[in-house]
């Protein structure tokens, strides 16, 4: 399976909305502009995702959501992607959700992301890995588990797959 991991685009600043709770803070306009423009330069690289999972929290939805207009993918929400979600569990969840599909997209935060990818490649959280606003990271993961289980196909930055859209 090819495994692609999506950090939000960039949201709106805590407190910026009066009451609303970090779940609750929405893509910025420039977030919004900004992710159209990597949904485009993904096209570039002609991906394809037989299933997005995406957090539920606002952010991160707006991002999948753009995505999947622009791929025609399914979207689906877990709580396991959003903040302090347990990797072992959305490992299991992954697993069982895509097992058979091609290419799987997980939206999601930091430093969960990242810590992710760190165990899938080395079985701990000892890789220091780097997820910007929009980054998009590539695994190819054999068969899917909470240890060492994958390979690093690459890991772009919102700029590089920007760029591509032009």
Same mark, same amino acid.
């Given at each position: 399976? %090819?495994?692609?991991?999506?950090?939000?685009?960039?949201?709106?600043?805590?407190?910026?909305?009066?009451?609303? =709770?970090?779940? +609750?803070? #929405?893509?910025?306009?420039? *977030?919004?502009?900004?992710?159209?423009?990597?949904?485009?330069?993904?096209?570039?690289?002609?991906?394809?995702? +037989?299933?997005?999972? @995406? @957090? #539920?929290?606002?952010?991160?939805?707006?991002?999948?959501?753009?995505?999947?207009?622009?791929?025609? =993918?399914?979207?689906?929400?877990?709580?396991?992607? *959003?903040?302090?979600? +347990?990797?072992?569990?959305?490992?299991?969840?992954?697993?069982?959700?895509?097992?058979?599909?091609? %290419?799987?997209?997980?939206?999601?935060?930091?430093?969960?992301?990242?810590?992710?990818?760190?165990?899938?490649?080395?079985?701990?959280?000892?890789? =220091?890995?780097?997820?910007?606003?929009?980054?998009?990271?590539?695994? +190819?993961?054999?068969?899917?588990?909470?240890?060492? =289980?994958?390979?690093?196909?690459?890991?772009?930055?919102? @700029?590089?797959?920007?760029?591509? @859209?032009?």
């Amino acid at each position: 399976m %090819n495994l692609f991991l999506l950090r939000h685009a960039i949201a709106v600043e805590p407190g910026a909305l009066s009451g609303a =709770s970090d779940a +609750d803070r #929405p893509l910025s306009a420039e *977030g919004k502009k900004k992710m159209r423009k990597i949904a485009l330069g993904m096209k570039t690289l002609e991906l394809s995702f +037989d299933l997005i999972l @995406s @957090s #539920p929290y606002v952010r991160a939805r707006e991002t999948a959501e753009i995505v999947a207009h622009e791929f025609g =993918s399914v979207l689906e929400f877990t709580p396991r992607l *959003g903040v302090g979600g +347990d990797p072992a569990t959305l490992v299991a969840e992954v697993d069982a959700r895509a097992r058979g599909l091609t %290419n799987v997209l997980l939206v999601g935060h930091e430093p969960q992301l990242s810590k992710l990818i760190s165990y899938l490649l080395a079985g701990n959280s000892g890789l =220091s890995v780097t997820m910007k606003k929009g980054g998009l990271c590539k695994l +190819d993961v054999p068969r899917l588990r909470y240890a060492r =289980s994958a390979s690093l196909e690459w890991l772009l930055t919102p @700029s590089q797959l920007a760029h591509l @859209s032009v």
